[in-house]
């Protein structure tokens, strides 16, 4: 496609951002911006950080969202690039558009009803909710990992992980199916092997609170009830950092800056991060992430 | 042998000894997971759909396969013969390999043989043949509507649709790929 055809497409972009915006700006929330380039990636599993000179640029904002809110910033919100190195597919690109957002006080829960009211919000603006099948005014269809995979996949993940067929289940038993849904879905209670920076059940240790939302198959944002323990989190990053060697990638250094602002006292909070481009593909209806920025990587 | 990197849609891959095309290719990831490559594939010889994940690490099979310029030159029984531009090698080729192209086939036509192993099992046909019209309803004199078809055999009985126009001894052009009727060739 070329910048010409898609002029309709970005200008619905800069549409849905401001909308985007406004909705945040409506509920009291705070628009912050964070480096680019940092000195230490959030470490995680599968996440691969692009070097930038000595530092490497950001692969998320979490961390230092994170230090805002143990700042006591109640309700941050931020809309900006996030990269990560070999992320190319018709729906990955290595430089991406992440809104990311965190609210203190309240827990993953809280965050499905504000993301509905999110998509509503955007689908309203354009007179019209449903988008390739899917109603974004609908009330969200929620299932837990553990009911998904005993039902589509014939096994419980939780207790019993197993990380290699976790994923290709997820791929192919699970996310085909979500796909048939006419509705948002949020698949809940991840077990604490993919619980990455979430919290554990405070009743069920084996289950993070971390939920996905998806809308037609494909995975839209992804929210937690956040870790709130410096030293459980040093403890993750440890861990992490071992399965990363074992697997022939890079190690970063731990974030200090961060580790101790938790240590000082982080509030309890959630937090969400959502693709912008992913929901801008599905409110132009196109399957090529292409489509919807005005320069993709090759 | 091809890694991961290298998937890509019309990509020709081995598997258990067979060959298969990629139809549909998708670079994968769920939340927090490993890179997966989600394939669509179809066996070149017996046209069966397949579906593969892989990982990043994993590596594919890569066929040996050569293209090569042949000449298409008679039929022998269940056969067809066709001979090698630069050796002038024949070779025959499997009536199921050929399929509905044995229609299209025109002796001295360049073809495309696909050989796997050595085996031919597959044939690329020039885009375009013409074809004489052997039987078909007389046509409307005058009228040129296109949107209109009747039925009209060429010379080897093969049936297509026609617009109303196209009379018998007509030379007519056809799309190999589709089958179809695409327009009437003018003589000069």
């Avoid at chain 1, 009330?139 to 419980?156: C, H, I, M, N, S």
């Avoid at chain 1, 961060?258 to 006292?265: N, P």
């Avoid at chain 2, 046909?125 to 039925?151: S, Y």
Wanted: aromatic letters at 10%; one cysteine or more; a negative charge.
């Amino acid at each position: 496609m070329s910048l010409q055809t898609k002029k309709n497409a970005l200008i619905l972009r800069a549409k849905v951002m401001a909308r985007i915006r406004a909705f945040f700006v409506e509920q009291g929330f705070l628009e912050v911006e964070t480096p680019l380039r940092v000195q230490t990636p959030a470490m995680e599993d599968h996440i691969d950080a692009e070097p930038s000179g000595d530092h490497w640029l950001r692969s998320s904002p979490e961390l230092h969202m994170k230090r805002m809110v143990c700042a006591g910033y109640e309700k941050i919100f931020q809309i900006g690039p996030c990269f990560r190195q070999g992320e190319r597919g018709a729906r990955h690109l290595p430089e991406y558009t992440m809104l990311e957002w965190y609210w203190t006080g309240v827990t993953s829960e809280a965050l499905i009803g504000q993301t509905c009211g999110l998509l509503r919000a955007v689908g309203q603006g354009f007179g019209n909710t449903v988008f390739g099948g899917v109603d974004l005014a609908a009330a969200p269809k929620v299932y837990t990992v553990r009911e998904l995979f005993q039902r589509l996949a014939g096994w419980d993940p939780v207790g019993a992980f197993d990380a290699d067929r976790f994923d290709f289940d997820l791929v192919e038993k699970v996310e085909p199916e979500l796909a048939k849904e006419k509705v948002p879905v949020v698949v809940k209670d991840f077990p604490a092997e993919r619980a990455a920076l979430a919290r554990m059940r405070p009743e069920d240790p084996g289950v993070a609170d971390r939920w996905e939302m998806y809308l037609g198959g494909v995975e839209l944002a992804n929210a937690y009830t956040e870790l709130t323990d410096a030293a459980e989190q040093r403890a993750r990053f440890e861990l992490c950092a071992e399965g990363r060697k074992g697997r022939g990638q890079e190690i970063y250094p731990l974030d200090e800056p961060f580790l101790s602002a938790m240590a000082q006292g982080m509030p309890e909070c959630a937090g969400i991060a959502l693709g912008m481009d992913r929901l801008l593909m599905r409110l132009l209806g196109t399957d090529r992430i292409d489509d919807v920025v005005a320069f993709a990587s090759p | 042998m091809y890694s991961t990197s290298d998937l890509r849609k019309g990509l020709k891959i081995e598997i258990d000894g067979q060959p298969y095309v990629i139809t549909d290719f998708q670079f994968v990831k769920p939340g927090k997971g490993q890179a997966l490559y989600r394939c669509k594939m179809k066996n070149i010889m017996t046209g069966t759909g397949l579906e593969r994940t892989y990982r990043s690490t994993e590596k594919i099979g890569k066929p040996d396969l050569m293209q090569k310029d042949m000449s298409y030159s008679y039929p022998d029984g269940e056969h067809f013969v066709f001979m090698d531009d630069t050796t002038y090698e024949q070779v025959t080729v499997d009536v199921d390999v050929v399929g509905d192209f044995k229609y299209f086939l025109i002796e001295e036509m360049p073809c495309k043989v696909l050989f796997f192993n050595d085996i031919p099992i597959d044939l690329e046909l020039p885009i375009f043949v013409e074809k004489l019209i052997a039987e078909t309803e007389p046509g409307a004199r005058g009228d040129t509507a296109t949107n209109v078809m009747k039925p009209a055999k060429i010379d080897n009985g093969y049936e297509i649709q026609v617009p109303l126009f196209i009379n018998e001894g007509d030379l007519v052009r056809i799309d190999t790929r589709t089958g179809e009727y695409t327009d009437r060739v003018t003589k000069k």
